[in-house]
């Protein structure tokens, strides 16, 4: 089956920098997305990987290692209003995505 | 600014009843999407359209039926409401230049059937 996995909830300090990982399994391969979501919202883009490698977007990051079936997204200079759920996606074979149950990240001040 | 719009933010219905989800989206989008979002779970697809008229099941379709009319609609509907189909609803559109664009989300619906 397909299957895609995030660690369920964070704590990290206003300032520091958090690394959210994401591991998948699926029908083929044809990008990783993450998305952001705050409580109660819409979940919005954050960043797209289809080529192994750090792609980097301001305090956001996003790393892809596609033998390993491995991702992470890192924040950087954590602030309050990066308290949210992180949700990981993965686009198979059959440009479908499958996605993560989602890292709940609690910053504390 | 892409914007997709969901008709209600809250609904509460009772069992049995026929219940109707509107999604429109302003960006002229060819491909639309139908999740719902439960605790624990990842989003899941209930059903998909990559044009007017047409239609996909995603992985959770039973229950549900979709109807898309007008490029920029795409409604879900319940054709007897149940209390396993409390939930998040969430519609998504994206550009169907690929598939591998990003999705545009709504604000979801509740649904809480009693």
């Known amino acids: ?109 | 600014d892409v914007k997709v719009t969901q008709s209600s933010r809250y609904l509460v219905k009772r069992t049995g009843e026929k219940v109707f989800l509107e999604c429109v989206q302003d960006m002229d989008h060819e491909n639309m999407f139908w999740y719902r979002q439960d605790p624990g779970l990842g989003l899941r697809l209930i059903y998909f359209s990559y044009d007017v008229k047409m239609k996909e099941k995603g992985d959770i379709p039973e229950g549900y039926s979709v109807s898309r009319e007008k490029k920029e609609r795409f409604s879900l509907i319940l054709e007897s409401a149940s209390t396993n189909q409390t939930s998040m609803y969430l519609c998504a559109s994206s550009s169907g230049q690929s598939w591998a664009n990003e999705q545009f989300f709504g604000p979801g619906t509740r649904l809480t059937v009693l």
């Open chain 1, 1 to 109: 089956g397909q299957n895609i996995d995030q660690p369920t909830e964070m704590t990290a300090t206003e300032g520091a920098i958090v690394q959210i990982n994401c591991t998948y399994q699926t029908s083929g391969f044809n990008g990783l997305f993450w998305y952001q979501q705050h409580a109660g919202e819409a979940p919005t883009f954050l960043s797209y990987n289809v080529l192994d490698g750090l792609e980097e977007k301001g305090r956001f990051s996003s790393f892809l290692s596609r033998s390993k079936g491995y991702s992470y997204l890192l924040l950087k200079e954590l602030q309050m209003k990066d308290s949210a759920s992180y949700l990981c996606a993965v686009m198979d074979s059959n440009y479908q995505l499958i996605w993560g149950a989602g890292t709940k990240l609690i910053i504390k001040p």
